[in-house]
């Protein structure tokens, strides 16, 4: 309808109006907060690139869970750093390795009060820092993902929730999900870091989990960032090898993918605000060049108009925090 019979601001002239009108909602229930748990450590270490980012020694986790909790947040994302990393990554499907014990002591303290994932990946575990299992001077995607299978099933076995394959080896999420079903596990989901793109956004990650590559880089199995179509098939062939959860990695210069995923595929998506996403908002708002508060939650409502079911973040505690006092 012409001017002046359609007047777009009418809905825009108050808050209540503009809460009334609102398309895309976003809630603490809508974020998974990623929680790093080291072994053999007596007090917290900060993040020195990710800041208010910590690791934690195992008996501060359940402090940590609790206050994840009170925040409404309904999900964590465990991330472990070993004692001890060879070139197998053995550390990562020990059952008393320090995810196994981390899952465990989550669950026998919060019960079903909270959905705890934990990544399957080997960069943290192998001395090579790659994602997978060195052969040569190759990947060997295979031998990986007889790997990360095991990992999965340890995982399971001290009562994960969900597992959250990154290392983006072909075939992993059939490799997992046959190992899980073949020990019982049936009922453990899997959330695929479907389509992770190979990204200088995830620097300060490197930094938090200590698991810099130590020669070469993960071009070989991480997704270009240029290729879209690429993209999309990488996601179909988890949704046709029996994921639960698709994830597209990172998000905010990916909404394109997100979009696109929501468009074409009937299944939940998760997407992963990565570190250096969180880093550079959080170094701009120390200076002065960027208010926290505000910049935060348009980054996590653009994603979520992206079409995400749910945000892996580093935000979740601050932006939970946000939204209650909005």
Aim: proline fraction near 4%; include cysteine; charge should be negative.
């Amino acid at each position: 309808m012409p001017f002046p019979n359609r007047r777009l601001r009418r809905l825009r002239t108050s808050e209540k109006m503009r809460q009334l009108v609102r398309q895309t909602t976003l809630s603490p229930e809508d974020f998974v907060c990623p929680v790093f748990v080291q072994e053999d450590l007596e007090a917290r270490i900060n993040v020195e690139s990710m800041s208010d980012i910590q690791r934690l020694p195992l008996s501060d986790v359940n402090d940590e869970i609790k206050k994840i909790i009170d925040l409404g947040i309904p999900a964590i994302m465990l991330f472990g750093i070993p004692s001890h990393k060879d070139d197998a990554g053995s550390s990562a499907f020990d059952d008393d390795g320090i995810v196994q014990k981390a899952i465990s002591q989550i669950r026998t303290e919060f019960g079903d009060n909270i959905v705890i994932m934990a990544d399957v990946c080997l960069c943290q575990f192998t001395s090579t820092g790659h994602c997978g299992i060195i052969q040569g001077d190759i990947i060997d995607n295979d031998a990986s993902i007889e790997t990360l299978a095991k990992i999965a099933v340890s995982q399971a076995k001290a009562g994960v929730d969900t597992v959250s394959p990154s290392a983006m080896m072909d075939g992993q999420v059939a490799a997992i999900r046959k190992a899980l079903d073949d020990n019982g596990f049936t009922t453990v989901s899997i959330m695929s870091h479907s389509a992770k793109h190979c990204s200088s956004f995830y620097s300060p990650f490197r930094d938090a989990a200590l698991c810099a590559p130590k020669f070469g880089d993960r071009k070989t199995y991480q997704v270009p960032y240029s290729n879209a179509r690429e993209s999309m098939m990488e996601v179909e062939e988890d949704i046709g090898e029996g994921v639960d959860i698709v994830m597209i990695k990172p998000a905010l210069s990916y909404l394109d993918l997100i979009s696109e995923t929501r468009r074409r595929f009937d299944i939940p998506i998760s997407a992963y605000s990565v570190s250096g996403e969180y880093a550079l908002v959080k170094a701009a708002s120390q200076l002065g060049y960027v208010n926290e508060r505000d910049i935060t939650l348009e980054i996590l409502y653009s994603i979520k108009r992206a079409g995400a079911d749910m945000i892996v973040t580093y935000f979740a505690k601050s932006a939970a925090k946000f939204l209650q006092e909005s």
